[in-house]
């Protein structure tokens, strides 16, 4: 990071004030479906810095992932919710040390990780096309598991399913 | 339009923290660019919307702000600016505000991937297809915002009923979509429409059975996503008032309005291009395509003439069909379409393993589809001229009629059957 | 946020549909009790349209009261004055001539095609379909032609008048209205195959709330929608009256077509079928059309003996009935209106059970309830 | 079934002499206010009188014999006859037994003679005020009702529109003159 200051270091920083401050809205909103639109920020944010860093495809997929499906099913359940009224408070308030214990250990392995990584310096970022490399390693050498992760998502719709029809047809 | 910025900076000799500045620039100007002609397209179709909507209800529709009414989004945009932007005093305010926004994003971002023509594309990306899946996921997003932050129940049933909607067409659609993307090898729309051809039996639609099926369940899908009738359940006038954006007003109303019609060509676009050989010219090769302005120019015509008739299907089937019950809709998604575009997907791909790229088999098919798709098509004009004959009623297509009314009796007849009961002057004969 | 009820274990949510919901036909209120999208109670709030024109007959002379009647329901005018015009002339024991029964035979016809053209309209348009909504509009626009050139009104005829009708057809008219019938009959099965046979209209209303026999029956439903539940029962044909027994036509009965027998389809084929049957009646009545006086001498100032009697026709929305008591005076001492729209609506509360709320959409469309009618 | 055999049938069936009247359609049938119901039931369960269907019910105010009459005009689809059940009651405090156990189709009726009538009913699932608002005052249908000058604050009468209003009563035209006045 020696060298100007470039126009990408700006978005970065950008980005990564949205995602942090995504994240923070996320935690400490006391309305839960405001925190939930937060985690939006937070993950077009990282989105971005997908983007950012040439990893476009995982950037697509970052955001239909995770805004097209997780977010969407989180607002579900929350909106579904019967006492959604009362339920202004994200978390119970017993469990705050705790939840501040554990991100403190997170944030712990965190940075020791992040001292220890021997980061290589690289001049410019490479915009070249990842998809066609990444399809070759799903369909080669990353067959297997690929096929493994198939099968698993496939029990567990089918899981879904059987439960579904259960719920409602039982009354 | 990188060229062009390396262009320039080398010759107005500028230091790199000019060249980003520089090439920051130029993409914003970009990206107005793309959302102004997207906008435009969004208006223009407020306008064909209604003026088809006159025709199929035997009226004329709207004729009154310019020629022909064509000036009509204008003055409804203008409306809709100086209204005044109601927030209701129950809703949750920053999210109500900031609702029309995702919604809007999310539809002209993926205005940046349309190929337009072989040259015009504001962002040939690599990986075309999947932004476009990945972007206009954020409409959603923006309707949950809509249907939660009005606090009004009928727009939470909008806002939930969009949701499970969206999220469940969406995997057909995306589906439908990548069984093409399997045949093309790639997912640069730009590539895409460069591996089909003018004619029509190049195009995927009519190049294997699978891609003619795909089209349907991508189309069929995309209106779903679009909210669009049959599918319009999350604004179902009759049922829950106006859904998500019953509580909205002046232009944020405006916005989601123009993000429904911007996404309506949006899907005719994608489709253009995916199924239907966008530019694509018969009979003129890519290659030569590129030197020649007129060709270009040719090129753009076909692929908005071919998006254009994809938008006027879509809005004649609002003007035609009734709207499916809520567990009708997600039973059509979940039993028929889905699976629909799974095997479609696994047929197209075992298709470019079995049948040789290029070979006589792959030409028969093509030629039969085309065949088959126009007698279709020709099947379907003849039954309804025969309905029309039948009622008496003339065929009018005429978009572009500057208004009639024709009577329904004999004029003369008429007027001296009414004069009886006319209200007679004082000292006038009867 | 919103207010959640918790009954016996479940949790509902109050939903307040009206007094101006676009699929409340006029100004109606329905309180839903919904778990999502499963309705638990529908209960319907009436009134909002009620002007006392039981209370309002008390004060009017007895051929004053007659343009009221057209306000009873705005849709059926018609109807609502023959059965009052039919009440006063059995108390008086007045014959109408011929040739006024059958002019009012052709124009409650004509007002039933109308009626009916506005609620199979409002079907489609309710469950989604705008464009035969504004098709049927279009035929309708004939009709109300017609009635204006006849009688100068397009909607609240004011035609009959006690003893007769106001005006005569000449023979233009009567051909004009021929040619309606004849370009009309063309236009019913290409409704139907528009809409009628659309696949998403027919699961959309096939099998959705469907009526039994004995309940419709036990809640008075009339006219279509009692014929769709599979009762067949017409006054016309089964306690004729007026000009109806000289012609001939078929009352069309709910089967089930492609659900189950009273269910929305069936009220919805039952009154595309009265439709037809309605051209046949116009036609022959013009066919048979006698020549004579069209108004029997009633005296000016009108006293009708003390007494009372319920008169009742086959209006578009089946039995319209007329309580009329008298006393002797020159104005009704008390008149009650029996009418289709108020059963209708109040069995509602009862089959909304358990239907999704696009279906109860659906169910208000095809009971062809009417606020005005209900209200009075 | 004739009327008269209707009516001798019912008689039978309740033990006991009614007055009868009308002919034809209009044919009625008078029972004691206390036998309502039980008339109402012998008649929809009654061999041979089957009258199924509840066609209305309503009344007539008398003031003069201070009574209020409650008619309820009835039809059988089975049998093809028809009947008006009739009952007086005491216009000082009128109270009859609800129908809806018989009829379902009583129940909204009743509600509507409740309250335009002041009638009670016994037995009633869900007495409401159907067509007025909840808090409307007093029985429009009975003869003696005076309309309230004012409901809610808001008046029940406006001035006739074309009669001039007299100074200081009719709403002030604070906008534009209409027609406007010549320049």
Request: aromatic share 10%; net charge neutral; proline share 5%.
């Amino acid at each position: 990071m020696n060298g100007d200051f470039t126009l990408a270091d700006g978005v970065f920083w950008l980005l990564s004030a949205a995602t942090a401050l995504g994240g923070l809205g996320a935690a400490l909103s006391r309305n839960i479906v405001r925190a939930v639109f937060f985690l939006l920020l937070t993950f077009a944010g990282v989105a971005g810095l997908y983007g950012l860093l040439s990893a476009d495809f995982l950037a697509a997929v970052q955001l239909m992932v995770y805004v097209g499906g997780v977010l969407v099913l989180m607002l579900f359940a929350v909106m579904l919710t019967s006492q959604i009224d009362q339920a202004h408070q994200s978390n119970p308030v017993g469990s705050r040390w705790l939840g501040i214990a554990c991100g403190a250990a997170m944030l712990a392995v965190l940075w020791t990780t992040l001292v220890r990584a021997p980061f290589l310096e690289e001049s410019a970022p490479a915009y070249a096309p990842t998809t066609a490399e990444l399809g070759h390693t799903l369909t080669g050498i990353g067959f297997l598991p690929l096929l493994a992760v198939g099968l698993l998502l496939c029990a567990v719709i089918v899981g879904a399913v059987v439960v579904a029809r259960r719920g409602p047809g039982t009354e | 339009m990188r060229a062009l910025a390396e262009y320039l900076a080398a010759s107005w000799q500028l230091s790199p923290l000019g060249r980003e500045l520089l090439s920051a620039g130029l993409i914003l100007l970009t990206a107005i660019v793309v959302f102004a002609v997207a906008l435009l397209i969004a208006a223009l179709l407020t306008w064909l919307e209604r003026r088809v909507a006159g025709r199929v209800q035997s009226r004329v529709g709207p004729n009154r702000v310019g020629p022909l009414g064509l000036l009509q989004w204008l003055a409804d945009g203008l409306k809709m600016i100086l209204k005044e932007d109601v927030v209701p005093a129950a809703a949750d305010r920053p999210l109500f505000l900031l609702a029309p926004y995702p919604v809007m994003i999310g539809v002209f971002a993926a205005f940046a991937t349309v190929p337009f023509s072989q040259l015009l594309i504001a962002a040939d990306l690599d990986v075309g297809v999947l932004y476009l899946i990945a972007v206009t996921s954020l409409v959603v997003v923006g309707i949950l915002m809509a249907g939660w932050g009005s606090n009004n129940k009928w727009s939470l049933l909008g806002g939930i009923r969009s949701a499970a909607q969206i999220v469940a067409y969406e995997v057909p659609a995306a589906l439908a979509l990548l069984s093409v993307v399997v045949m093309a090898g790639t997912l640069s729309l730009q590539s895409i429409v460069a591996a089909q051809g003018g004619w029509p039996w190049e195009w995927y639609l009519l190049r294997t059975p699978f891609g003619f099926v795909a089209f349907f369940i991508y189309f069929t899908a995309a209106v779903a996503e679009g909210n669009r009738t049959p599918f319009d359940l999350p604004e179902a006038e009759s049922e829950l008032v106006a859904g998500y954006n019953t509580e909205y007003s002046g232009i944020r109303f405006g916005g989601f309005f123009l993000g429904e019609f911007a996404n309506i060509y949006l899907m005719s676009a994608i489709a253009s291009a995916l199924f239907f050989g966008g530019w694509q010219i018969p009979g003129v090769t890519p290659a030569e395509q590129v030197g020649s302005v007129w060709w270009q120019a040719l090129g753009f015509l076909v692929f908005v003439a071919k998006a254009g008739v994809g938008c006027l299907v879509v809005i004649l089937l609002r003007w035609t069909f009734p709207r499916l019950r809520v567990d009708q809709l997600t039973a059509l998604c979940y039993r028929y379409l889905a699976p629909g575009a799974f095997l479609c997907l696994v047929g197209n791909a075992l298709w470019i393993v079995l049948v040789p790229a290029g070979s006589l088999f792959e030409r028969m098919v093509g030629y039969g589809m085309t065949a088959v798709a126009a007698a279709l098509g020709l099947w379907f004009v003849l039954r309804m001229r025969r309905h029309m004959v039948s009622t008496g009623d003339r065929l009018d297509l005429d978009l572009f009629a500057r208004g009639h009314t024709r009577a329904a009796f004999d004029p003369a007849w008429q007027a001296r059957a009414y004069g009886r009961f006319r209200r007679r002057r004082p000292g006038e004969a009867s | 946020m919103s207010e959640i009820v918790e009954t016996a274990g479940r949790e509902e949510l109050i939903l307040n549909m009206g007094p101006h919901h676009p699929s409340t036909h006029g100004v109606l209120r329905f309180v839903l009790h919904t778990d999502g999208e499963i309705m638990r109670l529908a209960r319907p709030d009436i009134g909002y349209l009620h002007r006392g024109l039981e209370k309002l007959a008390e004060g009017q002379s007895y051929p004053g009261y007659l343009p009221f009647c057209d306000r009873v329901n705005y849709l059926e005018g018609i109807f609502c004055e023959q059965a009052y015009a039919m009440a006063v002339e059995r108390l008086l024991k007045i014959e109408v001539p011929p040739r006024a029964e059958a002019l009012r035979t052709i124009t409650a016809e004509l007002n039933r095609i109308a009626n009916h053209h506005i609620c199979l309209g409002c079907i489609s348009m309710d469950i989604g379909a705008y464009t035969p909504f504004v098709y049927l509009l279009r035929e309708r626009e004939r009709i109300n032609d017609l009635m204006e050139a006849l009688c100068g009104n397009r909607l609240t005829y004011h035609y009959l008048r006690l003893g007769g009708v106001a005006h005569d057809a000449d023979d233009a008219w009567l051909k004009n209205a021929l040619a309606f019938v004849d370009k009309f009959e063309r236009v019913i099965p290409e409704f139907e195959s528009l809409i009628g046979k659309n696949e998403i209209l027919v699961r959309r209303l096939a099998g959705v709330a469907s009526i039994c026999g004995a309940d419709a029956v036990a809640y008075g439903l009339v006219g279509p929608n009692l014929r769709a539940s599979g009762v067949d029962w017409d006054l016309r044909r089964d306690a004729p009256y007026s000009f109806y027994p000289r012609l001939s036509f078929e009352v069309p009965v709910g089967k089930g077509e492609r659900g189950t027998v009273g269910d929305c389809y069936d009220r919805f084929l039952v009154r595309v079928e009265e439709m037809r049957q309605s051209c046949r009646l116009v036609r022959q009545a013009i066919e048979k059309l006698p020549a004579g006086d069209i108004r029997a001498k009633v005296p000016r100032v009108l006293k009708i003996p003390a007494g009372e009697t319920y008169a009742c026709v086959e209006g578009a929305r089946g039995e319209l009935g007329v309580y009329l008591v008298s006393d002797g005076s020159d104005k009704p001492y008390r008149l009650k209106w029996r009418t289709g729209s108020f059963a209708a609506m109040s069995i509602i509360e009862t089959v909304s059970r358990g239907l999704m709320i696009a279906d109860l959409v659906a169910l208000i469309a095809s009971l062809d309830v009417i606020a005005p009618e209900t209200d009075r | 079934m004739n009327p008269t055999e209707i009516q001798e049938r019912l008689g039978q069936r309740l033990g006991a002499s009614l007055e009868c009247g009308g002919a034809g359609a209009d044919a009625f049938v008078i029972v004691p206010a206390e036998r309502w119901l039980e008339a109402a039931r012998a008649l929809r369960e009654g061999e041979g009188l089957d009258f199924d269907y509840l066609r209305s019910l309503t009344a007539v105010d008398r003031p003069a014999e201070g009574k209020i009459d409650v008619a309820a005009h009835l039809f059988s689809y089975k049998r093809r006859h028809a009947l008006t059940l009739k009952t007086r009651l005491d216009r000082a405090a009128p109270r009859i037994a609800s129908l809806g156990a018989v009829w379902p189709a009583a129940h909204w009726h009743e509600r509507e003679l409740w309250e335009m009538f002041g009638v009670a009913i016994e037995n009633h699932p869900d007495l409401r005020h159907l067509l007025l608002p909840e808090d409307w005052p007093g029985h429009p249908l009975r003869k003696d009702y005076a309309m309230p000058e004012r409901y809610q604050g808001i008046p029940t009468r406006r001035p006739a529109p074309l009669a001039e209003p007299a100074a200081g009563t009719g709403p002030t035209n604070t906008g534009p003159k209409n027609p406007p006045e010549a320049p």
